[in-house]
Protein backbone atom coordinates (compact mmCIF):
# COMPACT_ATOMS: atom_id res chain seq x y z
CA UNK A 1 0.00 0.00 0.00
CA UNK A 2 2.29 2.58 1.37
CA UNK A 3 4.85 1.70 -2.18
CA UNK A 4 1.66 2.51 -4.58
CA UNK A 5 0.96 5.45 -2.89
CA UNK A 6 4.44 6.17 -2.97
CA UNK A 7 4.45 5.38 -6.36
CA UNK A 8 1.77 7.88 -7.25
CA UNK A 9 3.35 10.66 -5.85
CA UNK A 10 6.93 10.45 -7.67
CA UNK A 11 4.87 9.65 -10.70
CA UNK A 12 2.48 12.30 -10.88
CA UNK A 13 5.91 14.67 -10.34
CA UNK A 14 4.32 17.30 -8.40
CA UNK A 15 3.28 18.03 -4.76
CA UNK A 16 1.33 21.79 -4.42
CA UNK A 17 2.25 23.38 -0.95
CA UNK A 18 -0.94 24.25 0.60
CA UNK A 19 -0.25 26.82 3.33
CA UNK A 20 -2.61 29.55 5.28
CA UNK A 21 -5.04 29.46 2.85
CA UNK A 22 -8.91 30.27 3.90
CA UNK A 23 -10.51 27.65 4.94
CA UNK A 24 -14.00 28.73 2.96
CA UNK A 25 -11.56 28.72 -0.24
CA UNK A 26 -8.72 25.54 0.29
CA UNK A 27 -11.45 22.84 -1.19
CA UNK A 28 -12.11 24.47 -3.90
CA UNK A 29 -8.06 25.60 -4.37
CA UNK A 30 -7.67 21.54 -4.03
CA UNK A 31 -9.96 20.78 -6.55
CA UNK A 32 -8.89 22.95 -9.04
CA UNK A 33 -5.27 21.63 -8.74
CA UNK A 34 -5.94 18.35 -8.55
CA UNK A 35 -8.67 18.58 -12.18
CA UNK A 36 -4.85 19.85 -13.52
CA UNK A 37 -3.08 16.74 -12.58
CA UNK A 38 -1.18 17.62 -9.12
CA UNK A 39 -1.34 14.50 -7.46
CA UNK A 40 0.36 15.11 -4.43
CA UNK A 41 -1.24 17.57 -1.60
CA UNK A 42 0.51 19.01 1.06
CA UNK A 43 -1.30 20.79 3.54
CA UNK A 44 0.73 22.60 6.06
CA UNK A 45 0.26 22.27 9.61
CA UNK A 46 0.32 26.38 10.61
CA UNK A 47 -2.53 26.47 8.11
CA UNK A 48 -5.78 27.21 9.50
CA UNK A 49 -7.67 23.91 10.63
CA UNK A 50 -4.75 21.80 8.77
CA UNK A 51 -6.06 18.54 10.54
CA UNK A 52 -9.66 18.75 9.25
CA UNK A 53 -8.22 19.87 6.35
CA UNK A 54 -6.28 16.74 5.43
CA UNK A 55 -9.44 14.65 6.91
CA UNK A 56 -11.77 16.43 4.48
CA UNK A 57 -9.69 16.40 1.30
CA UNK A 58 -8.23 12.98 1.99
CA UNK A 59 -12.08 11.75 1.66
CA UNK A 60 -12.79 14.20 -1.58
CA UNK A 61 -9.73 12.91 -3.42
CA UNK A 62 -9.02 9.42 -2.75
CA UNK A 63 -8.16 7.86 -5.53
CA UNK A 64 -7.02 11.31 -7.50
CA UNK A 65 -4.10 12.58 -5.17
CA UNK A 66 -2.45 11.62 -2.08
CA UNK A 67 -2.98 14.03 0.72
CA UNK A 68 -0.32 14.37 3.26
CA UNK A 69 1.06 16.92 6.37
CA UNK A 70 3.68 19.52 5.84
CA UNK A 71 5.82 21.91 8.47
CA UNK A 72 5.66 18.54 10.26
CA UNK A 73 8.83 19.16 13.41
CA UNK A 74 8.55 16.84 15.50
CA UNK A 75 6.98 13.40 16.07
CA UNK A 76 4.02 14.14 18.09
CA UNK A 77 2.64 16.67 15.05
CA UNK A 78 3.32 13.62 13.08
CA UNK A 79 1.07 11.26 15.11
CA UNK A 80 -1.81 13.97 15.20
CA UNK A 81 -1.01 14.34 10.96
CA UNK A 82 -1.16 10.65 10.90
CA UNK A 83 -3.90 9.86 12.68
CA UNK A 84 -6.34 12.42 11.16
CA UNK A 85 -5.75 11.05 7.90
CA UNK A 86 -2.17 12.13 6.17
CA UNK A 87 -0.55 9.51 3.70
CA UNK A 88 2.55 11.36 3.93
CA UNK A 89 4.76 14.03 6.41
CA UNK A 90 6.61 16.45 4.69
CA UNK A 91 9.11 18.05 7.65
CA UNK A 92 11.62 21.09 6.26
CA UNK A 93 14.34 19.24 8.76
CA UNK A 94 15.52 16.01 10.00
CA UNK A 95 14.17 14.75 12.92
CA UNK A 96 14.88 10.96 13.69
CA UNK A 97 11.58 10.99 15.72
CA UNK A 98 9.99 12.06 13.48
CA UNK A 99 11.35 9.54 10.65
CA UNK A 100 10.61 6.98 13.08
CA UNK A 101 6.86 7.67 13.38
CA UNK A 102 6.37 7.84 10.08
CA UNK A 103 7.62 4.45 9.45
CA UNK A 104 5.89 2.98 12.54
CA UNK A 105 2.35 3.94 10.66
CA UNK A 106 3.48 3.00 6.94
CA UNK A 107 3.73 6.21 6.06
CA UNK A 108 5.74 8.18 3.28
CA UNK A 109 8.26 10.19 5.23
CA UNK A 110 10.14 13.21 3.38
CA UNK A 111 12.27 15.17 5.70
CA UNK A 112 14.26 18.45 4.78
CA UNK A 113 17.84 18.20 3.63
CA UNK A 114 20.37 21.03 2.66
CA UNK A 115 23.53 18.92 2.47
CA UNK A 116 24.87 15.45 0.64
CA UNK A 117 25.57 14.52 4.67
CA UNK A 118 22.14 15.08 5.71
CA UNK A 119 20.49 13.44 2.34
CA UNK A 120 22.67 10.01 3.16
CA UNK A 121 21.72 10.38 6.96
CA UNK A 122 17.76 10.60 6.12
CA UNK A 123 18.02 7.88 3.83
CA UNK A 124 19.80 5.60 6.07
CA UNK A 125 17.29 6.80 8.93
CA UNK A 126 14.36 5.59 6.87
CA UNK A 127 13.36 8.75 4.24
CA UNK A 128 11.31 7.73 1.27
CA UNK A 129 12.58 10.59 -0.29
CA UNK A 130 14.13 13.55 0.96
CA UNK A 131 12.96 17.46 0.61
CA UNK A 132 16.08 19.57 -0.48
CA UNK A 133 15.61 22.70 0.76
CA UNK A 134 15.51 25.42 0.62
CA UNK A 135 15.95 24.75 -3.58
CA UNK A 136 16.36 28.45 -4.22
CA UNK A 137 19.83 28.36 -2.62
CA UNK A 138 21.20 24.95 -4.06
CA UNK A 139 19.42 25.02 -7.60
CA UNK A 140 19.87 22.44 -9.83
CA UNK A 141 23.08 22.00 -10.39
CA UNK A 142 23.12 20.22 -6.39
CA UNK A 143 20.67 17.52 -7.43
CA UNK A 144 22.74 16.88 -10.42
CA UNK A 145 25.94 16.89 -8.63
CA UNK A 146 24.80 14.86 -5.99
CA UNK A 147 23.00 12.42 -7.83
CA UNK A 148 26.49 11.13 -8.69
CA UNK A 149 27.52 9.31 -5.76
CA UNK A 150 23.94 9.51 -3.83
CA UNK A 151 21.80 7.91 -6.95
CA UNK A 152 19.77 5.64 -5.69
CA UNK A 153 18.16 8.25 -2.81
CA UNK A 154 14.78 10.27 -4.68
CA UNK A 155 14.79 14.03 -3.65
CA UNK A 156 12.60 16.33 -4.12
CA UNK A 157 13.47 20.04 -4.55
CA UNK A 158 11.54 22.43 -2.92
CA UNK A 159 11.28 26.15 -1.95
CA UNK A 160 12.39 28.12 -5.21
CA UNK A 161 11.04 25.73 -7.47
CA UNK A 162 9.09 27.57 -10.56
CA UNK A 163 7.36 27.00 -13.60
CA UNK A 164 10.60 28.75 -15.00
CA UNK A 165 13.04 26.11 -13.42
CA UNK A 166 10.61 22.42 -12.94
CA UNK A 167 12.03 21.01 -16.43
CA UNK A 168 15.40 21.43 -15.21
CA UNK A 169 15.44 20.06 -12.06
CA UNK A 170 14.24 16.93 -13.53
CA UNK A 171 16.58 17.20 -16.11
CA UNK A 172 19.02 17.37 -13.05
CA UNK A 173 17.49 13.83 -11.28
CA UNK A 174 15.08 15.24 -9.17
CA UNK A 175 12.16 12.67 -8.82
CA UNK A 176 9.44 15.20 -8.18
CA UNK A 177 9.59 18.66 -7.03
CA UNK A 178 7.32 20.23 -4.17
CA UNK A 179 5.83 24.12 -5.55
CA UNK A 180 4.27 26.28 -3.36
CA UNK A 181 3.18 30.26 -4.49
CA UNK A 182 4.39 30.19 -7.62
CA UNK A 183 1.05 27.69 -8.29
CA UNK A 184 -0.75 28.76 -5.48
CA UNK A 185 -0.62 32.25 -6.86
CA UNK A 186 -2.78 34.68 -3.73
CA UNK A 187 -4.38 36.46 -6.95
CA UNK A 188 -5.96 33.87 -8.13
CA UNK A 189 -7.29 32.47 -5.17
CA UNK A 190 -8.15 35.71 -3.80
CA UNK A 191 -10.07 36.67 -7.02
CA UNK A 192 -11.43 32.70 -7.30
CA UNK A 193 -10.18 32.54 -10.56
CA UNK A 194 -10.00 28.36 -10.14
CA UNK A 195 -10.37 27.70 -14.33
CA UNK A 196 -6.62 29.38 -14.51
CA UNK A 197 -5.35 27.69 -11.11
CA UNK A 198 -6.05 24.79 -12.83
CA UNK A 199 -4.06 25.76 -16.11
CA UNK A 200 -1.27 26.39 -14.22
CA UNK A 201 -1.09 23.03 -12.52
CA UNK A 202 -1.65 21.41 -15.53
CA UNK A 203 1.50 23.34 -16.67
CA UNK A 204 4.00 22.31 -14.37
CA UNK A 205 2.26 18.93 -14.85
CA UNK A 206 3.49 19.72 -18.45
CA UNK A 207 6.80 20.71 -17.62
CA UNK A 208 7.87 17.24 -15.16
CA UNK A 209 7.15 15.64 -18.24
CA UNK A 210 9.21 17.29 -20.74
CA UNK A 211 11.88 16.51 -18.16
CA UNK A 212 11.70 13.42 -18.02
CA UNK A 213 11.60 13.23 -21.40
CA UNK A 214 14.46 14.88 -22.10
CA UNK A 215 16.40 12.80 -19.30
CA UNK A 216 16.03 9.66 -21.36
CA UNK A 217 16.98 11.34 -24.23
CA UNK A 218 20.14 12.11 -23.13
CA UNK A 219 20.88 8.93 -21.22
Do not use: W
Not at 178 to 197: F, M, N, Q, T, W
Amino acid sequence: MKQAILTKMIDGGVVAVVRKIDRDKVMQVIEAIVDGGISGIEITLDSDGALDVIREANLAFKGQAVVGAGTVLDAQSANMAIHAGAEFIFSPTMNTETILTANRYGKIVIPGVFTPTEILQAQQAGADLVKVFPASVLGPTFIKDVKGPLAHVHMMPTGGVSLSNTEEYIRAGAAAVGVGGSLLRKDLIAEKRYSELQSLAKQYCDEVQKGRHALVNSN
